[in-house]
């Protein structure tokens, strides 16, 4: 079974006394359950804090952006062997965050992607519609671009290593959330393009649901065959709230 990955994306939120009185009540309320994993996503200045807080406790560290390049004159980037140096897991490229406001390319996604593969650190690949291609009936087509995007540069093969998360852009930040079955039907065609490159990968690479996830209906999302957990923007940032996902995550196992 993949196992459900619940994901706190705080996004550029948080102060160091803000962040420990959060991981406080997120490690005393985890849910001790072998096939649920939690990971949090803090701002670059305090990922080794985090860090040191988090040992041996479980839940695994994520950076939210990265740079494409090893080492050298980059003013103000972070090189995926830094991330992997203060203890991170896993990285999110590609948010649409990133794609929008700073104008990153699918291209420039995929690079990131390999080049956080190749320091040993999994991505997190995010993919997903706005809301004008969503009443396109470009859903299909957007995600199928984002993906062989990466797809064209790294192969099949490396998504035996990767995380997707589908972002549907109108759901971020909106409270609008897709339905159960709309979120189910893109995360369906997503595995469905990976297990035309490979079935196995493809039964076994993880495929979160990302767009205003709450305590009140993850369990409706994670009830879905192809949905394996959330990355989860406001509601990480309310211990209460990421709690109550991690719990419906839980109880489906
Ligand atoms: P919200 O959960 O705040 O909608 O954010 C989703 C997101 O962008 C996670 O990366």
Known sequence: MRGYLLAGNWKMNGSNAADSELLDRIIAGAPQSESVELLVCPPFPYLSDVAARLADTGIALGAQNVSQHGSGAFTGETAPSMLADVGCKYVIVGHSERRAIMGESSETVAAKFKAVQRAGLVPVLCIGETKEQREADRTEAVVDEQLAAVLDEV???????????????????????????????????????????????????????????????????????????????????????????????????
């Open 155 to 253: 192969g099949i093969s490396a998504f035996a290593n990767a995380v997707v998360a589908y972002e549907p852009v109108w759901a971020i930040g909106t409270g609008l959330t897709a339905t159960p079955e709309q979120a189910q039907d893109v995360h369906r065609h997503i595995r469905e393009v990976l297990a035309a490159g490979d079935q196995a990968i493809a039964d076994g690479v993880k495929i979160l649901y990302g767009g205003s996830v709450k305590g009140d209906n993850a369990a409706g999302l994670f009830s879905n065959p192809d949905i394996d957990g959330g990355l989860i923007g406001g509601a990480s940032l309310k211990p209460a709230d990421f709690l109550a996902i991690a719990a419906a995550a839980a109880a489906l196992h």
